[in-house]
Structure formats: structure tokens, C-alpha cells
């Protein structure tokens, strides 16, 4: 696990050498126990690598690293989990009888070698981030893994060509320019999250999951800017091949194919020569995986759970019930608000581009719990999107046939009818009938709730319907002065054949999973130095996970069907079964207390219009109406303030 980046530039008037220095010092955090730095001035190619060191701890894994033929030279972050497998098979195949250490980057090299880029991507399971330069047809090429895993950003900038992990180290370069991307801004405020392919600057953008593009250099850096994507996998692909490929066994065959793809993707994944562990919050998920862990090790897994002593944001006592039954080593930490509201001003300077996910907060505080025990991290990661777990794939399917055929008009005057009070004038309505309200009822706030459906009761078809349900600013090119929203996957037509309950999924998995879970959970593990691994993203997983028949994945009402089965082997189905709850915060609380001062100032009137970024008139007037409860703007303006805090770091 590691941090690259470098730069192609065979004009340059600096020293690369000096660049380089920079570059890989801010990076030190996803690397700490070692870098390297290779310039090939012949062709003005710089690759530069922090190392974190897992697997193979010896200077035989240290990078750039060449392969034997010195064809190849790589600078690769990441794991690939079947890498002694490849290596048996290059020894079958090829006579491959040397290895110099053994680490998965150099059987990386051996496979490119031998079976060329294309055939090693197909064979590889695990995640990765990687730039491979073919010094025999001076071919620089850059990979990204299947799901997005591991981030890459790459851009022009002048006549330099730039690529990393991190937008921090691009930053160092002497041509980087970093002009904001209006456009995309706004696009940022419908996701909360830059993304993919795009950053938050102009002309740098993320190398889409399951894709590679190549740079001839040795051509003029005018051809080379006009290099394309290419996709070697895709949910896109495999969503739409589902109907070819559609599990026809039972659901009991389903849970034990399901149950040893699980056992064989956690068993690669706790490959380490560090000490290892896992993320337990005593949901479905995370309680699968370390379920399968503890039942393939002869000692008892650590685990790591965040609690809160506020009842209605706190799973830890479910994760603890979790560990006592499964025998764990488990640590768990009860964050004050106080904890939690410290790390907000460390939040910009980890995520180097606006990322407005408040969950981030618990994130970063569990990985560093973990860190202290651990270097390696296994989490629970992606059960909802393969599976139908979210509360949307169960509710969206069913409300659209309840409320696409009644009139639109009919649905837009409700809608401004529900909206009219505000979500915080309905809570309070709520208190004074609280008292003779079913105790099942009593504990939930309507407010926001009502303040979404009147949201969704709006939309025009499924496919709006979905794009409302996860966005907050339904018009977000109206608050960003001089831009118009960019185009993101969220307007594909790629998906339009298919049913709408897999076309959530696919959407959720190609953009809130890629761009938002995992680049969450790639910074927060990163920023303390510790690997986190998705054992639910092995494609094979994944793969299965898509062939099955949805009534395996939903039933009753619930997600999760055939892995609840799974997790019944090892669990009670009792410790288990409860409402789904998420990894939150009381932002819109906090917003209004304690975080009051820091936000006043952010979203000064005068400091909003100095910045000339966001219409300063709607800012205030959303902040207004969150201070004095009569609306409840807490998404919105974290958005907002996410981007001013990190506006504030660049200068």
C-alpha cells in the first residue's frame, strides 16, 4: 500500500529532481517507511513512490522497481491478493525460476512481461493504482482497478503531463495551476463528492474505476492531451449481461457459492506480514466479514468499533455483542461530541479536493483507533450496493408504482404542499403528538423525512425520481455563480434497459461507492498510515453478486436476503435483525451550537462575496433559516462549508 506520482515533461527548465523532493514529501502518510524516485532524462519521464509497507518488507520491494529485461518499469499502489497464484502459473508456463523477493510488484512485472497488459489485468484480483513506463516503445500507461479502490489523478498542465494518488503531490509541480472547475463545482454540491472522471481543478481528472490509458511519448504533448479512457471492466457491462449470465440454482446453492467466494476473497485479503485486523460495526456487513476471518484463523481477529453515547447514532454495543459471540479481540472508543467536532479542521488538508461526506468524521477517528493496534484494516464496505441493502432499493421501485401513474400535476401540488412548512415547523408538530403516537413511532423525526418525500414526490420519472433522492441541491448551478452543472454518470443512457431496482444498484455502485465510500475510506485509512481492504469488491464477488435473480437479494420488504443467509452460520439471526442504521452525525444540531462560530465565518456575507465562488444571497438565506429552525439545511450548507474550509487550506 502506497502513494505514486510523477510527471513527463522533456522541456522542463527546473530541477526534477527538486520537484520530485516535494512531490513524495507530501505524500509521506501513505507511505511512511520508504520512497524512491527514477528520472529517465533521455525522455523527461520522472515516477515517483512512498512506500507502505505490507507484504514483502525487505528493500526487494522497494520502487520504481524494473522488470528483469528492464522493459518495464512500475510504480504501483496497492494489493493483488493472487499474486503467489500468478506466480505458480508464470513458473508453469513460462519457466519463471527467480525471484528476487517476494512481493506482489514484482510479480506484476513478470506477468506485464509475459503476458502483456491486457491479459495481466484480467488475471488480477485486488486493488491498485498504477503507472507502468514500457521503455521498448516509451509508452508511459496508467491503471486504475476494477472499482476504484485506489485513486489516480492525471492532467495536463501546460505542456506537463502529471499523475498520483494524491491532487496534494500533483499540487507540487511547478505548472500547476489550479483553476477551479465551476462546473464541476456545481456538480459537487448534487453529490456532495468530486466525481470520477472529474477534479475539482480544470483540465486534471480521476482515471475512471476499470479503466487504463496509454501516452506515446514519443509524441508532441499536443497529441499526447488527446488520449482516451480505455475500459477493461465495467459495471455498466456487467449489469447489462446479467439476463445472459442469471444464477438458475436454488437460493441455498446461492448462499454456499456465495458463502466460498466470501471465504476465498477474505482469505487472500488477510494476507500480511503486518499485524491485521477489521472495522466491526455489527451490522450485516461488517459482521460477515469478520465472521469468515475469525473462522479461518487460529487466533481471535481485532476488531475496532466508534460508539456514541447518543442512543440514536451508536451501533457499538451491537458490535460488541457481535464480538463477545464470535470470540474476538475487540477495541471500541465512545467519541464525544467533542472528539468528533476536533477533527473537523484536519478534514481539508486529508481530503485535497471538496468531500462533504459528514460520515468522513467517524471514518478518520476508527482508523485511528485501528492504526494503534494494526497496519491492515478489513471492512464491510459494498454489502449494501451488491445486495439491494439500501433503504432506496427497496423504497424507490415500490413508491414509483404507487406514484407513477397519478398525475404530475397532481404530485408538484402536494410536493409544494409538504415542503411549504419546513422540516424543522413538522418536528416540532411531531413533539406535541409524540405522547399518544405508537412507543414504535416515538423515537423517529419527521421532519427531514417529509422534507425528501415532498423532494421526490416531484419527479418526473424513475430516473429523476433516483437523481432527487440522492442529491441536495436539486439546482445546484444556481448557487455557483457563472457555471453550468457538468455532465456525470447520473445522466448515462448506457443503463436504460434495464429494470429500475438494478439500475439503482448500478448507479450507487459506479458513483456513490466509487466516489464517494471509497475515496472516504481510502483518505481516512491513508491519512494514518493503515491499509484498509474490501473483501464484498473481489470481482469474483462481485460478479456472482450481479448474476443473481433479484428476489435472492430483496424480500419481504428487506435487502441483503442471501447474505443474511451466509451470515446465519455464523451469527443468530437475532443479534442481527433490527432497523438498518447509518454511520452519521448530528451535523444539523451542531451547525446551530457548538460548530456556530467556525460556520459564521465561512459563510460570512462579505467573505462569500469577496470569493466571488457562490451566490452569497442564498447562502445567507440558507443559513438563517437553519439557525432559527425554520428549515433544515444541514446537508446543503455542510456541502458548502466543506468547500469553503477547503478553499481556505489552498491559500
Known sequence: MCGIAGF????????????AQYMHQVM?????????????????????????????????????????????????????????????????????????????????????EHWGIDVTLSKLVGMFAIALYDANNR??????????????????????LVFGSDLIALKQH?????????????????????????????????????????????????????????????????AHTQESRLFTGTEEEATDELEKLLLQAVKGQMQADVPLGAFL?????????????????????????????????????????????????????????????????????????????????????????AKQHVTV???????????????????????WRKLGNKPYWLRSALSALLSAPGADTWDKMYQIIKPILPRHLQHKMPGYKLDKLATILAAKNEKDLYKRTVSHQLNPASLVLNSHEAQSKLDSTQLNTMDFLHWIMALDSMTYLSDDILTKVDR????????SRVPFLDHRVIEFAWSLPSHFKQNAGSGKQVLRRVLDRYVPRAMIDRPKQGFGLPVGDWLRNELKSWADDLLSPEKIRQQGVFDAHWVQKMWQEHCHNKRNWQFQLWDVLMFQAWLEEQR
Open 28 to 112: 509521506v502518510h501513505r507511505g511512511p517507511d520508504d520512497h524512491g524516485v527514477l528520472s529517465i532524462e533521455a525522455i523527461g519521464l520522472t515516477l515517483i513512490h512512498r512506500r507502505l509497507s505490507i507484504v514483502d518488507l525487505s528493500p526487494a520491494g522497494h520502487q520504481p522497481m524494473h522488470s528483469p529485461s528492464l522493459r518495464y518499469t512500475i510504480v504501483f499502489n496497492g494489493e493483488i491478493y493472487n499474486h503467489l497464484e500468478l506466480r505458480k502459473e508464470l513458473e508453469f508456463a513460462f519457466g519463471v525460476q527467480y525471484w528476487r523477493g517476494h512481493s506482489d510488484t514484482e510479480t506484476l512485472l513478470i506477468a506485464f
Open 377 to 399: 484494516a478489513l471492512s464491510g464496505d459494498a454489502g449494501d450496493e451488491l445486495f439491494a441493502g439500501y433503504n432506496r432499493h427497496q423504497q424507490l421501485p415500490a413508491l
Open 139 to 160: 509508452v508511459l500507461t496508467l491503471i486504475r482497478d476494477r472499482v476504484g479502490e485506489k485513486p489516480l489523478y492525471y492532467g495536463w498542465q501546460k505542456e506537463a
Open 281 to 369: 460495526s455489527g451490522g450485516i456487513d461488517s459482521s460477515t466479514i469478520v465472521s469468515l476471518m475469525q473462522s479461518q484463523s487460529t487466533k481471535p481477529i481485532k476488531t475496532f468499533t466508534i460508539g456514541f453515547d447518543d442512543t440514536g447514532y451508536n451501533e457499538a454495543h451491537h458490535a460488541k455483542a457481535i464480538s463477545d459471540h464470535l470470540g474476538t479481540d475487540h477495541t471500541e472508543w465512545y467519541l464525544t461530541p467533542q472528539d468528533a467536532r476536533s477533527i473537523i479542521p484536519e478534514l481539508p488538508k486529508i481530503w485535497s479536493e471538496p468531500f462533504a461526506d459528514s460520515s468522513q468524521i467517524p471514518m478518520l477517528l476508527v482508523s485511528r483507533l
Open 524 to 531: 481516512a485509512s491513508m491519512a494514518v498510515s493503515l491499509e
Open 174 to 238: 511547478p505548472n500547476f495551476e489550479g483553476r477551479i472547475n465551476r462546473d464541476v463545482l456545481a456538480l459537487y454540491l448534487r453529490h456532495n463528492v468530486v466525481p470520477s472522471p472529474y477534479s475539482i481543478y480544470e483540465n486534471i481528472y480521476k482515471l475512471d474505476a476499470g479503466c487504463c490509458i496509454h501516452f506515446d511519448l514519443t509524441q508532441h504533448h499536443s497529441q499526447l492531451s488527446h488520449a482516451s479512457q480505455q475500459t477493461y471492466w465495467s459495471f455498466s457491462q456487467l
Open 8 to 19: 513527463w515533461h522533456p522541456t522542463a527548465d527546473y530541477d526534477r529532481a527538486s520537484v
